[in-house]
């Protein structure tokens, strides 16, 4: 099995993230699996390039790993027993996560000859050219991708014959760079038969239209894994684009009573309760009362709770997971014995700064976020119009796992609520009205083409809550030490819901510092608050920016751009959509149509 493996040119992402063929070739990072380089992603080590296997070809977990996570509400929702990290190197016990060589076509930077890289002898290890004194290839700069997740080698040869298969004398590629300019027109393709084209235009919306169709292919899975009658049209792009891969990842805030010890105690033995008729008696002769100080009916009150969650009974959809948070953070909970990974406790009062209409602050200093890969999506970000249909498989549907990859980060955050009365009171004005139905009608034109309904409504609420969020990360990744893309927001927005959750994203021990509690000190908050207003008031677009009257992708913006208050996308929920801080701090034509009064 292994040589097999090893003949097609597959290689191995082995503990602590490093690439693997008999030695070390790089590294990534446990939770770059889950938000950079997961499935179906394209990983650049040095010179080569490889994709990353689906789950299905994963090694099992062994016995005494701890590398199972759970979060019963999760669990429903994406209808899996449980969540399991990438690998690691803490033990030789479990394997490596397993990767293809992809692009398979390489060239050979004195020669220019590009063909796939097992005609060149070598494919076991890095490509080289022997009659260049083993010149290490060139992996293909281009590939062509299509919104429905697939992916397939750049069209070499039916670019440089306009769409006709090669045939006769056509044979062995070569690919020059004249070394002009770094543009697309100064790279020449010729073929053995004669045919000459440049890459100019290649890499347009519509130009493979006419040359070739999509293949279907999903070389993650398996070397031959094609679906048939994908009727998108593919696209051409770089190998190294944003584009080329973007995780759909699924998130929760562990609060009570999940967060509790004895939630954490029953998931490492749920697949003997979960399942028992003998409930009392199982815990009994297992022992877990008397080596844990849980009392038996503490652990049968806890197995039966989710039990009761996980049969749908106390559960409803993602939004009601999230009125949940929003409960649970407008609360006091102290760190006790029971609560092991959620403490918050209230900040200063929202008094002292009238002007900032702040009502609650509370002082998170302890949350655990569990983020799931449920599938990902190429070309552009997922979309509530047509995540279902746009959504790559993780794995094999024939032998499709009970679980998905996951990390969980432990880390803090502070989580501020703004004036209900205040805000109901300003959202009546017909020109915020006006402001925000741009937008909302931008984001309803993208459902205009599916039979799918809009998901919600884009309020003034909401941009409002976002887009303020955005500066206060901007702000404090100034002040506390951290940089913005370690920042992350979540937001609570409905008719009875105005709050922001604004949290450390990372998963090691730097979410975990107390930077972002700190801010939330008296002394601190409001003067960080007013600076966050103050630096947006100007943009150094301006006046294009804040007299936009629409931008960002799809149009889903109004005054918001990367000079301002875009952040790194894995900070925003919304992939940096949905922004408008004419909201925030009103506009020249309109200088009172923002929530805050600036000066």
């Given amino acids: 099995m292994e040589s097999a493996r090893r003949r097609r040119g597959d290689e191995v992402?082995?503990?602590?993230?490093?690439?693997?063929?008999?030695?070390?070739?790089?590294?990534?990072?446990?939770?770059?699996?889950?938000?950079?380089?997961?499935?179906?992603?394209?990983?650049?080590?040095?010179?080569?390039?490889?994709?990353?296997?689906?789950?299905?070809?994963?090694?099992?977990?062994?016995?005494?790993?701890?590398?199972?996570?759970?979060?019963?509400?999760?669990?429903?929702?994406?209808?899996?027993?449980?969540?399991?990290?990438?690998?690691?190197?803490?033990?030789?016990?479990?394997?490596?996560?397993?990767?293809?060589?992809?692009?398979?076509?390489?060239?050979?930077?004195?020669?220019?000859?590009?063909?796939?890289?097992w005609r060149w002898g070598n494919p076991t290890g890095a490509p080289t050219c022997k009659e260049h004194d083993d010149r290490e290839l060139v992996p293909s700069r281009f590939v062509m991708a299509c919104a429905r997740g697939h992916i397939d080698e750049f069209p070499y040869y039916r670019w440089v014959h306009a769409g006709t298969p090669p045939a006769g004398r056509c044979g062995q590629m070569r690919i020059v760079a004249s070394g002009r300019s770094a543009a697309l027109r100064d790279i020449e393709l010729s073929c053995a038969c004669g045919k000459k084209m440049t890459l100019d235009g290649a890499l347009g919306g519509s130009a493979l239209r006419g040359i070739t169709s999509c293949t279907g292919r999903m070389p993650w899975l398996g070397e031959d894994v094609h679906e048939d009658g994908c009727d998108e049209q593919p696209r051409a792009m770089q190998r190294g684009a944003s584009g080329v891969w973007f995780s759909d990842v699924a998130s929760a805030i562990d609060i009570p009573p999940w967060s509790q010890g004895v939630q954490k105690l029953i998931a490492r033995h749920w697949q003997a309760l979960g399942k028992s008729r003998h409930l009392r008696d199982l815990v009994e002769d297992m022992g877990l009362a008397a080596k844990t100080g849980y009392s038996v009916d503490d652990l049968v009150r806890a197995v039966e709770q989710r039990r009761r969650t996980e049969a749908g009974l106390d559960q409803g959809s993602a939004f009601d997971r999230k009125v949940e948070e929003y409960e649970a953070l407008t609360r006091t909970t102290r760190e006790d014995s029971r609560n092991k990974s959620f403490v918050c406790v209230p900040g200063p009062d929202g008094s002292l700064a009238p002007e900032l209409a702040v009502d609650k602050v509370m002082r998170v200093e302890r949350l655990r976020e569990v983020r799931v890969l449920q599938s990902f999506t190429r070309i552009s970000a997922p979309s509530p119009v047509d995540r279902a249909k746009r959504g790559a498989p993780l794995y094999n549907e024939e032998s499709r796992p009970d679980w998905l990859p996951a990390i969980e980060v432990i880390g803090e955050g502070a989580f501020l609520t703004i004036d209900q009365k205040r805000l109901v009171k300003w959202e009546e004005r017909e020109e915020v009205r006006d402001r925000a139905a741009i937008i909302d009608a931008a984001y309803r034109d993208l459902f205009e083409p599916t039979t799918v309904e809009p998901d919600r409504e884009i309020t003034p609420r909401f941009l409002l809550l976002h887009t303020l969020a955005h500066s206060i990360i901007n702000e404090w990744s100034l002040d506390c030490g951290y940089p913005a893309a370690a920042l992350r927001e979540r937001l609570y927005v409905s008719d009875t819901m105005a709050g922001m959750l604004l949290y450390t994203a990372t998963s090691d021990s730097a979410g975990s510092l107390g930077g972002i509690v700190a801010q939330t000190k008296p002394d601190r908050l409001f003067s960080s608050l007013r600076s966050a207003l103050d630096r947006v008031a100007w943009c150094s677009a301006d006046p294009l920016c804040i007299e936009a009257t629409a931008s960002g992708v799809d149009s889903l913006n109004l005054a918001a751009c990367h000079a301002c208050v875009l952040l790194p996308e894995t900070s925003c929920e919304e992939y940096n959509t949905l922004l408008d801080r004419g909201l925030l701090i009103g506009t020249p034509d309109t200088p009172d149509l923002g929530f805050f009064k600036i000066g």
């Fill in 13 to 117: 992402l082995s503990r602590e993230g490093h690439l693997m063929t008999g030695k070390a070739l790089g590294g990534v990072r446990r939770a770059q699996m889950i938000t950079t380089y997961g499935i179906g992603s394209l990983v650049a080590i040095g010179s080569q390039s490889f994709m990353v296997a689906g789950i299905d070809h994963w090694p099992d977990a062994t016995e005494g790993e701890d590398v199972f996570i759970h979060e019963p509400r999760l669990e429903q929702d994406l209808r899996v027993s449980g969540f399991r990290l990438p690998p690691t190197s803490e033990s030789d016990r479990r394997g490596d996560v397993p990767v293809v060589r992809f692009p398979v076509w390489h060239s050979c930077p004195e020669s220019g000859v590009l063909t796939e890289f």
